[in-house]
């Protein structure tokens, strides 16, 4: 498995799966979640209305799965990341399996790219530096027990571009 990062738009990136930092209603929101709904279109808030009506909201660390819409992708992967307020164990556990849902159903649809956002360091204020050393942590555990080939970190601020810089470069993971 390739592991990356860049400083980009993730609704420009062209993958199997873009991963959306999602809230708990999946209707869409601001930040990189009102970025993949407005780009992705009405085709992504309609499917999320489907799985809404089928399950109800989407907790914090589940992950669903939708079509990509107008995205250059074949599909949204959805998860719900902490917020952080005086955070310890119990969001940072949060966080990880926001990273494995996403991959386990990017699995389930043999994605063999995926591009993951810096999930919950935005309005939910989770430390940027401790959540990309879960992220790369997280989906290292998963280098070579499934399909996906290429995995993106797609990071909005040069901030978090050069935490997850130094850390895949230093490979310093917690």
Known sequence: MKISVIKSDITTIKVDAIVNAANTSLLGGSGVDGA???????????????IRNKQGSCKVGEAV????????????????GPVW???????????RNCYQNSVILANQNDVKSIAFPNISTGIYKFP?????????GTIKRYKNNNTIEEVI????????FSIYEKILKNDTTI
């Open 36 to 50: 993949i709904h407005k780009k992705g279109g009405v085709e992504i808030l309609n499917a999320c209305k489907e």
């Open 65 to 80: 799965i939708t079509t990509a819409g107008k995205l250059d992708a074949k599909y949204v992967i959805h998860t719900v």
């Open 85 to 95: 307020n005086k955070g310890g164990f119990e969001k940072e556990a949060l966080l």
């Open 128 to 136: 940027k530096k401790i959540a990309a050393q879960i992220a790369i």
């Open 153 to 160: 970190f797609v990071c909005f601020d040069e901030e978090n």
